[in-house]
C-alpha cells in the first residue's frame, strides 16, 4: 500500500479526508498522547510506527474488500499535513457508528469537527441511514463535536468498563 489503498479523497472546509499514507506512520504515532490511548482503550499501550503501519493495512483491506470498516486519515486542506482520522463503521443494520481524534497538537483548531461533517455527508452519500457516537461522558471537546454535527445525546451505555454517552443522529438533522 503505497498510499491510499482505496479510499477516496474527500474535501471539506479546511479539511480533506484520504487514505493512510505508509510514510506518515512515525507522525501518526507521534501524534497520540495519552488521552488518546485513554479515549480508545488502549492505555497504558501506546501506538508504535509497527502497529501504526499494520493498521493502515488492515483499514487499506477494509477498504479493498468493500468491508465495515471506512477509515480515513484527516489533513489540513492548506498543508496536507496529518492532523488527525476518523472512521466509519458500517452496521448490518444500515446504520453505522463513527469515531474521530486529532493529533495532540492540532487539538482545539476545529479539525475534528470539519472531519466529522465529511464524514457524514460520505455516509449518507453511501446510504448510511443513521449514525452513532459512543463518547466517554467526560470527553466535552468531542461531545460538544457530535453535537455541532447534529447528533443528540440519547442514553448513558456502559462500554468497555466505561461510561460513555451514546450520540444518534438521522440524516434529516444535515
Not at 37 to 64: C, H, K, M
Not at 92 to 98: I, Q
Not at 109 to 117: D, P, T
Request: hydrophobic fraction near 40%; include cysteine; charged fraction near 25%.
Amino acid at each position: 500500500m503505497g498510499s491510499d489503498g482505496a479510499a477516496p479523497t474527500l474535501r471539506g472546509d479546511g479539511v480533506i479526508l484520504s487514505g493512510h499514507r505508509t510514510a506518515e506512520a512515525a507522525v501518526h504515532a507521534a501524534g497520540e498522547d495519552e488521552e488518546t490511548a485513554r479515549r480508545f482503550g488502549w492505555w497504558p499501550r501506546r501506538s508504535t510506527p509497527r502497529s501504526v503501519l499494520s493498521a493502515y493495512e488492515d483499514w487499506a483491506a477494509q477498504w479493498r474488500a468493500g468491508g465495515p470498516t471506512r477509515a480515513f486519515a484527516v489533513r489540513c486542506a492548506s498543508t496536507g499535513e496529518l492532523v488527525g482520522g476518523c472512521e466509519l463503521r458500517i452496521r448490518d443494520d444500515g446504520g453505522g457508528e463513527v469515531s474521530y481524534w486529532t493529533h495532540a497538537r492540532q487539538r482545539g483548531k476545529g479539525y475534528a469537527s470539519r472531519a466529522l461533517a465529511v464524514l457524514c455527508e460520505c455516509a449518507a452519500a453511501i446510504g448510511v441511514v443513521s449514525l452513532e457516537a459512543h463518547i466517554a461522558t467526560g470527553n466535552y471537546a468531542s461531545r460538544r463535536v457530535a453535537e455541532a454535527a447534529g447528533f443528540t445525546a440519547a442514553e448513558i451505555i456502559l462500554e468497555e468498563g466505561e461510561e460513555r454517552v451514546r450520540y444518534v443522529r438521522s440524516h434529516s438533522a444535515e
